[in-house]
Structure formats: structure tokens, C-alpha cells
């Protein structure tokens, strides 16, 4: 990102560019067939930790998810769909990851604690009825920047924990890393849960905010 005369480069570049837009939208399919085969997956052994020896204490082991939120019909076609579908969510966000970096985009969406944390905190406050008006805001405000980026790391820890419980010989480093292939299956379906709830979140502030969808269709305006 150039700065010139203390202008930057991204002076004149529409709220969401397009980039941000088509890798946002890919991820709408992605995730949802990722979610559904992950479930169908799921079903064949729907308990955590190694075999006879479960982890009792997770809430979610031993409940089957509803059929209508599973996709894939059996394991073998459901590992089908999420390996396919992975490899294309990995792709994408990778392509992403780039054009954030390299266009200057994070410095418009990064969370940086020193700058943002207050203004969360306040933002938090307003949402609950307990603070009557927003903190400043620029294109997104510091509790939206904290979320893309707890969604992120989400995301990335998703992808290492994937790869773990998918190749667990090969890359037996990454399965120690993570503290075993049966904390690493764990913390993979924790991943999922963590990014329905964010998912959850950010439908419930486009529907508060529906000129964000809005930026999401057409770019928004120019700034």
C-alpha cells in the first residue's frame, strides 16, 4: 500500500472491493456444505475422545445432528464433499488473505487491540442497551473487526486441525501440536461451532444493518 502526500492508495476504492465480494460469497456455499458433510461425518462416530474411553464431559458427544442439517448421505460420500469443498473454502481464503495484505485492505479491517479494544467494549455496550450512543466508526466498527478476526483464526486453526485428523501418519507433528489426533478432532468441531456463532451473529447485524448487504452486492461507495 503506497502513501503519497499522506494519501493512501486506497483513496477513491470502493467499501467492499470487488475481491472482498467474490471471495465472500464463495464462502456462503463452501461453509454450508462444509458444515452439513462435517456433520454426516460426525454421525459415524458421534462421541469425543478415543474409543472406549470418551470424553464424557463435552455436551454435544453422543447426539446424533438431524438429518436435515447433514449432507452427504453415508461417510464415504459426505468425506467426498468435504475434502472437495475444503480444499476450494482453502483456495479462496488463501486468495484473500492475499489481496488483504497486499492491498492495504487491513488497515481498514484489521482488529488492533491498542486501537480498538475501548471502542469494542463500547460497541458491546451500545448492542446491549446499556450505552446510548456508538463509538466512532469507520467502515467497520471495532467490535465488527474483532469478530472477522476471531472468525479468521478460526478459520485457519480449522484448516491445521482439519488437515491433522486427515493425514494423522503423514503429518504426525501437526496431530502432537495440537495435543493428540482425539483433542485435535475436538478442537476441530469447536472450530465449527465457533463459526456458526459467528455466522449466526453476523446475519442477525445485517438484518440491523441492511446497507451492509447492500455493500455486499453492489461495492458500496467510493471513499
Do not use: C
Not at 445485517?206 to 447492500?214: E, G, K, M, Q, T
Amino acid at each position: 500500500m503506497l502513501i503519497i502526500d499522506g494519501v493512501s492508495s486506497t483513496a477513491g476504492r470502493r467499501d467492499q472491493p470487488w475481491v472482498i465480494r467474490l471471495t465472500h460469497w464463495i464462502n456462503v456455499p463452501a461453509l454450508i456444505v462444509m458444515a452439513a458433510s462435517g456433520l454426516q461425518i460426525f454421525v459415524a462416530f458421534p462421541y469425543f475422545g478415543p474409543r472406549g474411553a470418551t470424553y464424557g464431559w463435552v455436551p454435544l458427544s453422543g447426539h446424533v445432528p438431524p438429518a436435515w442439517m447433514r449432507m452427504g448421505g453415508w461417510l464415504a460420500g459426505a468425506r467426498a464433499l468435504h475434502f472437495a469443498f475444503a480444499w476450494l473454502l482453502v483456495t479462496n481464503g488463501v486468495g484473500y488473505l492475499i489481496y488483504f495484505a497486499g492491498s492495504g485492505e487491513w488497515r481498514r479491517r484489521l482488529f488492533r487491540p491498542l486501537r480498538d479494544t475501548r471502542g469494542a467494549v463500547q460497541m458491546g455496550l451500545y448492542y446491549l442497551r446499556l450505552r446510548k450512543q456508538p463509538p466512532p466508526a469507520e467502515l467497520y466498527n471495532p467490535l465488527q473487526r474483532m469478530a472477522y478476526l476471531v472468525a479468521t483464526l478460526a478459520a485457519i486453526v480449522q484448516v491445521l486441525t482439519g488437515l491433522a485428523i486427515y493425514k494423522p501418519t503423514q503429518l504426525s507433528w501437526l496431530v502432537a501440536l495440537f495435543g493428540g489426533y482425539d483433542v485435535a478432532r475436538l478442537l476441530h468441531f469447536t472450530g465449527l461451532v465457533v463459526l456458526a456463532l459467528f455466522t449466526a451473529a453476523h446475519l442477525v447485524l445485517v438484518a440491523l444493518h441492511p446497507r451492509s448487504l447492500i455493500q455486499m452486492l453492489t461495492g458500496g461507495a467510493r471513499r
